[in-house]
């Protein structure tokens, strides 16, 4: 990836945050994410366009050689559905890299078919679940379209892929 484009996905993932930020502050009271509650990296699919596989790469040349090692491994053994090989001891090893489905993941949100997009966490007893009763739920969620196409839109990003499609030979 070139210093560049670096820095232009790098200046949008700073903006995004910042977004993002507020909308996680005005729906605390129905989100319970924290640091170490690692059960959306634990076990699902991971839509990621290339142009962030690039980017989350980066942030994998970055760590110390033993996370790479760890991580390494952890491609080595990944299996489609399961963990994501950057979850190291329940923390995101490249969070400041991460794919925008990890940022946005835990908001209710309206997607580009006008239905809400809602972590599957509810069903856990977890974010949104004192406001989701048979398949409704009981706030108005962001209006905003979160899912990667909407938000990179002003970019190439190239092809959306699952995590483990990209990085399985």
Not at 109 to 132: F, M, Q
Request: aromatic share 12%; charged share 25%; hydrophobic share 35%.
């Amino acid at each position: 990836m070139g210093k560049v484009l670096e820095g232009k996905i790098r200046a949008f993932f700073e903006k995004l945050d910042s977004l993002l930020e507020g909308y996680f502050q005005a729906h605390k009271a129905y989100i319970c994410c924290r640091a170490g509650c690692s059960s959306c990296c634990e076990k699902g699919d991971y839509p990621v366009s290339e142009l962030e596989l690039k980017y989350l790469m980066q942030g994998f040349i970055e760590l110390d050689s033993e996370k790479k090692l760890i991580v390494q491994k952890n491609i080595k053994t990944m299996q489609r559905g399961e963990a994501c090989p950057f979850l190291i001891e329940n923390l995101c090893s490249v969070y400041d890299y991460r794919p925008i489905i990890c940022r946005v993941h835990g908001l209710a949100y309206i997607c580009g078919n006008d239905t809400v997009k809602l972590p599957y966490c509810a069903n856990e007893g977890k974010n949104y679940s004192s406001v989701y009763k048979d398949r409704e739920v009981f706030i108005n969620p962001v209006k905003d379209n979160l899912d990667t196409p909407s938000l990179l839109k002003n970019f190439d990003y190239g092809e959306i892929r699952n995590l483990y499609d990209w990085l399985k030979p």
